[in-house]
């Protein structure tokens, strides 16, 4: 058996998340389908970096599965996107050591969040970018992410509904850009609670709108409390843009 | 009653068209059904400047309805767009004489239709853009759209299902540009027959491939024959952009 690793991409829109769940369609259950069919019938899993959630889209997700065929590693993506739907697709792939694994051997992750900062509602982004008609601060949202940067304590910006116990996380960076009428929040850390970027986005663009203020940020941390940090903002203006390894 | 003039935008790819027709999702028959909500159940037509395809999209469609009621003008697309699709939505509106009427006093349409010009597929836009991963000469495809412009027979550039008799039209301009890696086709004209746009397209995709030559545009025209053109690329990649009356 080889192991191969693969980038994977794909449109969240139509699709409840990654993970294989009963009477949902996921990306996952996708996936293993066309590696099964592959595999002649062959039941074959394939391990994602981590979970997406509904509508969060994947520009960069990594997975792995393992094979008995020893096809050149860049005729996989080829192979498995004749079979796959046009919403999801494998960009690139290579064996790997068969100790390799795309969750646990992860040291840092990316996500970006597109915001669509017009007045009027753009119909053909509906779906891949969050509607904010409201005038914003851009400084104030720059000086806001910079206090989340950082080794901290981020239960404020955690979903309730988790089991994690440990919630400390190290964020390498968060970045504001302007995208001609978009803003997009880029986020890398080592790793990150159930819903946090969408919180954490909330959060800032509540400080651009002018709800809170930058240096309140801070503070939100130290409350350890959800309830202390803004909206979850909708999971279709976000993408798993990056997974990077040793 | 007062005659309502309205622009209006959607996103093709889950509509089979503009015209109500039985068992289809059709962009005609959510807006009549929107505005006859609206009349309090007193059947309200909305008439289209002309039919689009399925998976077509617009962004410039114009419509009119009658209406008794005397709001704003400007007030019509928030009242309507609350009860619309997140797919379609009324972009502007004007009260106007009674006799105007969106299809016959169109003087002239604009279309427009974006190739995707890379070599990987982006799923992100599988449905707003013509995937077209072939190298192609750009200057070719300038000169072989210049054959198009003025009045023809376009017979050969006509869907063989039509029953309409007269086969000239006149066109105002044909443009090529070049947005990134996408190319666009602007299209003005007097009018256009059944798939003409997508099968001039077509045409000119393949002189900018080196499957026609530029120079062959006339004869193609001569011919009178709808062999003698180009494939009729998808739908998808069209858009209906402008509508223009006196």
Redesign the interface.
């Known amino acids: 058996m080889q192991r191969v690793k693969a980038i994977i ?3 969240g829109t139509n699709f409840s998340g990654w993970q294989v769940q009963p009477g949902a369609r996921t990306v996952q259950k996708e996936v293993e389908a066309v590696l099964t069919k592959i595999h002649k019938g062959q039941r074959t899993s394939a391990i994602a970096s981590g979970r997406t959630d509904s509508a969060v ?1 994947s520009v960069g997700q990594v997975m792995h599965f393992d094979t008995p065929f020893a096809i050149p590693e860049e005729k996989w993506p080829k192979a498995i996107n004749k079979l796959l739907p ?4 494998v ?1 690139a792939s290579f064996y790997v050591d068969s100790s390799f694994h795309a969750r646990f051997d992860a040291v840092e992750k990316e996500y970006r969040y597109r915001v669509h900062n017009v007045k ?2 753009d ?2 982004r ?1 779906n ?1 970018v969050y509607f904010y008609p409201y005038p914003i601060n851009v400084e104030e949202i720059k000086q806001a992410a910079s206090y989340m940067v950082g080794t901290h304590d981020f239960s404020s910006f955690c979903a309730s509904r988790t089991d994690v116990v440990d919630m400390v996380r190290t964020i390498h960076e968060v970045r504001v850009e302007e995208h001609g009428d978009e803003l997009h929040f880029v986020f890398r850390g080592s790793g990150f609670l159930y819903n946090m970027v969408r919180i954490m986005v909330g959060t800032l663009l509540e400080a651009g709108k002018g709800l809170r203020q930058a240096d309140d940020v801070p503070g939100i941390i130290e409350a350890k409390s959800r309830p202390a940090a803004g909206n979850t903002v909708p999971g279709h203006g976000l993408y798993l843009w990056d997974v990077s390894y040793d």
Not at 86 to 89: G, I, L, T
């Open positions: 991409s794909y449109d889209h046009p919403d999801v697709q960009k009027e509602k119909i053909f509906r891949h």
